[in-house]
């Protein structure tokens, strides 16, 4: 029994703690009803900004074009490095041959440039396959070296079939060949819009793909590969199939992201546009928006494609490139997970999404009692 002399009042006399600073994040179980409402507003976000960007200049709708094209190199560099920690430094080189197997088949042989997206798909994810077998035997920088040297000799292959992709003096895709598809509805002077659509849509699609790989017990196996591979081994995940099956992944998908390209810029000089720096930007990109993160990519892409637009208005030359440094160093200091894992830290805190319970296969049965002793001859 307390007196007044105590020092410390009892807990009938303490005083009440308001409720706010003692209410933690609101749980919001999946498949709900609030998760849904959640998902419904921000699809509708993301389609507002989807027809905004529908609507606006040619210029504009250009860098907007170049952030979707980047967003599907990033994510399928984000496949092999983000989810399963195979650092590659030389991706640029399954981007430039996307864009050369699209600029190839227009140029030499006619084709239409929306039916050379599947083709580029399935040759990087040829050639992925191939340089991601080293991946099974060695692993951190030994890998990225690999990687470095195939980005490096990437420009150089190019040089060396000068009657096919037309050497070091490069290619160029005449406009009328990019003209878009009659069932589109656009025009050879809108094909500017048409490109915007056409890379969104693709976009959309790569991340739906993504999503659904990430969720399912592949992904699952990916992130167990890149936490520990010998605990992953132990529990039954196969390594060489995991490793290798990312890399064809991941090339494929930044092979289509370099077929756009080659449709977006219409000329392709692989000293320019496909050297070792491109890897190192796609790289970068995805360091900012936040590896292992579904909407990393996106973000990672505007960064790259909006941060040194505007620093260098700011500065020329080599002003403009220490600008972009600091800028890119103050992300990295601030969100050292990147912008969407700093913007999901922060969410957490307000709202944290937990699965939703297991329903009980046998439908009004009561929950077992596990204090309960079964009956004498009753199986468990």
């Not at 307390?2 to 308001?18: C, F, K, R, V």
């Not at 030994?142 to 040297?149: E, G």
Request: aromatic share 8%.
């Amino acid at each position: 029994m307390s007196t007044d002399l105590d020092p410390t009042p009892s807990a009938a006399q303490e005083p009440a703690t308001p409720a706010s600073t003692r209410r933690g994040p609101k749980v919001v179980e999946r498949g709900s009803r609030a998760h849904l409402v959640m998902i419904g507003a921000s699809a509708l976000v993301a389609l507002a900004v989807i027809v905004w960007g529908g609507q606006l200049g040619t210029f504009e709708q250009g860098q907007l074009t170049r952030v979707a094209v980047f967003a599907i190199a990033i994510a399928g560099l984000n496949v092999a490095t983000g989810y399963v920690g195979l650092l590659s430094v030389g991706h640029s080189a399954f981007f430039g041959l996307g864009a050369y197997t699209t600029g190839v088949l227009v140029v030499r042989y006619e084709w239409s440039p929306l039916a050379t997206i599947p083709a580029a798909l399935l040759l990087c994810l040829v050639v992925g396959f191939l340089v991601g077998l080293p991946a099974l035997r060695i692993r951190g920088l030994y890998l990225a070296m690999v990687t470095l040297a195939f980005g490096v000799a990437f420009p150089e292959i190019i040089g060396q079939f000068e009657g096919l992709t037309g050497g070091s003096e490069g290619m160029t895709i005449r406009r009328q060949q990019l003209r878009p598809p009659e069932w589109s509805g656009f025009t050879l002077g809108e094909r500017a819009e048409w490109l915007y659509w056409l890379s969104v849509v693709m976009l959309l699609l790569v991340m739906l793909v993504i999503h659904n790989l990430v969720k399912g017990r592949y992904g699952m196996a990916m992130i167990a590969v890149r936490e520990n591979e010998i605990a992953a081994s132990a529990s039954g995940v196969n390594i060489a199939v995991t490793k290798t099956a990312a890399f064809g992944v991941s090339g494929a998908i930044t092979g289509v992201g370099g077929s756009l390209f080659a449709m977006y810029i219409g000329s392709l000089f692989a000293e320019g546009s496909f050297t070792l720096l491109a890897g190192i930007t796609l790289l970068i990109g995805l360091v900012i928006g936040g590896e292992a993160t579904r909407m990393g990519p996106l973000v990672g892409a505007a960064a790259v494609v909006f941060l040194p637009y505007y620093t260098s208005e700011l500065g020329s030359g080599q002003g403009a490139a220490v600008l972009f440094a600091i800028a890119l160093i103050a992300v990295i200091f601030v969100a050292p997970a990147g912008v969407v894992g700093g913007i999901t830290k922060l969410v957490r805190r307000v709202v944290v999404l937990v699965p939703a319970p297991r329903v009980s296969a046998q439908r009004g049965s009561a929950p077992r009692d596990p204090g309960r002793r079964p009956k004498k001859g009753a199986t468990g």
